[in-house]
C-alpha cells in the first residue's frame, strides 16, 4: 500500500474517531459515525484498488501544500531529475509538480518527471542492460534526491526512486551489497552533475516554477549544457 493511501487511512480514521467522541456531546446519531466509517473505508478501498493511490495522494499532497518548504522541495527535488537526464541523454517526457496536475494532464502515476522509459524496458525484458547505461539510469532516479541533499542537507521524498534502482538491480540480479554500493555511488554522481551545473539548475528551477512547457525548458537546458550520450 503507498504511503500517501496510508496518510489518507490514518486521516480517516481520525475522522471516525473525532465523530465518535463528540457525537454524544453533540447529539448526533450513532447512525452517523458509522456511516462515515463505512464511506471512507470504501473509499480508501477504492482509492487503492481503483485509481492506484490517486485520492489520497492528491489529499494528502493538497495538506501539505500549505507549506511553502513542502513545494519548494518539491520543486527542487523534480529539477534535480529534469537537469541529470537531460545531462545523460535520457529523454523527459513531460513534468508535473503534484498528483492533480499529473491526473489533468491524463499522466500516469502521482507526479514529477516523466522519462521515456522504453528502452530500458526492453533491455530489461531480455535480462541485459549495458554497465553505461544501468548506470546513467541509477544516477536520474538519485538526483531528486542528490538536489534535496545539496539544497537541504538532507531529503524527505525520494522513496519511489530509491524503490525502482533496487527493482531494477534485483531484476538484474544483484547482490544486495553491491545494490547499496550502486545506490551511494549514483547518489554521489548525481550530485556531482547538478553542482557542476548549479547556474542552469536554478533556471530550471524557476522555469519549472512558471510551469513552462517542455519545448522552452528543452530550449533552456539545450543552450546552457552538453549531454552525456549513451
Known amino acids: 500500500m503507498r504511503q500517501t493511501t496510508l496518510?489518507?487511512?490514518?486521516?480517516?480514521?481520525f475522522v471516525i474517531t473525532m465523530a465518535s467522541l463528540l457525537g454524544p456531546l453533540l447529539q448526533v446519531s450513532p447512525l452517523v459515525p458509522a456511516t462515515l466509517t463505512v464511506?471512507?473505508?470504501?473509499?480508501?478501498?477504492?482509492?487503492?484498488?481503483?485509481?492506484?493511490g490517486r485520492l489520497g495522494a492528491i489529499v494528502v499532497d493538497g495538506l501539505d501544500r500549505t507549506s511553502s518548504t513542502y513545494r519548494e522541495r518539491i520543486l527542487h527535488h523534480e529539477a534535480g531529475h529534469f537537469l541529470?537526464?537531460?545531462?545523460?541523454?535520457?529523454?523527459?517526457?513531460?513534468y508535473t509538480l503534484s498528483p492533480w496536475e499529473t491526473w489533468r494532464k491524463g499522466l500516469p502515476g502521482l507526479?514529477?518527471?516523466?522519462?521515456?522509459?522504453?528502452?530500458?524496458?526492453?533491455?530489461?525484458?531480455?535480462?541485459?542492460?549495458?554497465?553505461?547505461?544501468?548506470?546513467?539510469?541509477?544516477?536520474?532516479?538519485?538526483?531528486?534526491?542528490?538536489?534535496e541533499q545539496i539544497v537541504y542537507g538532507s531529503a524527505i521524498g525520494g522513496d519511489d526512486d530509491r524503490q525502482k534502482l533496487r527493482s531494477m538491480c534485483g531484476s538484474l540480479q544483484l547482490a544486495p551489497t553491491q545494490t547499496a554500493m550502486?545506490?551511494?555511488?549514483s547518489l554521489l554522481q548525481a550530485k556531482s552533475l547538478i553542482q557542476q551545473h548549479?547556474?542552469?539548475?536554478?533556471?530550471?528551477?524557476?522555469?519549472?516554477?512558471?510551469?513552462?512547457?517542455?519545448?522552452d525548458c528543452r530550449q533552456l537546458l539545450q543552450s546552457t549544457t552538453?549531454?552525456?550520450s549513451l
Open 182 to 185: 550502486r545506490e551511494r555511488w
Open 111 to 147: 507526479g514529477g518527471v516523466i522519462f521515456d522509459t522504453q528502452p530500458l524496458e526492453q533491455t530489461l525484458a531480455q535480462g541485459q542492460i549495458s554497465a553505461l547505461a544501468l548506470n546513467h539510469f541509477c544516477m536520474v532516479w538519485m538526483a531528486g534526491i542528490a538536489a
Open 226 to 228: 552538453d549531454t552525456l
Open 39 to 52: 464511506g471512507l473505508l470504501g473509499l480508501v478501498t477504492f482509492d487503492q484498488l481503483g485509481l492506484g
Open 7 to 13: 496518510n489518507l487511512l490514518a486521516i480517516s480514521v
Open 198 to 215: 548549479q547556474t542552469t539548475y536554478s533556471a530550471l528551477i524557476q522555469a519549472m516554477a512558471e510551469r513552462q512547457p517542455m519545448a
Open 84 to 94: 541529470v537526464a537531460h545531462l545523460l541523454d535520457i529523454p523527459v517526457v513531460d
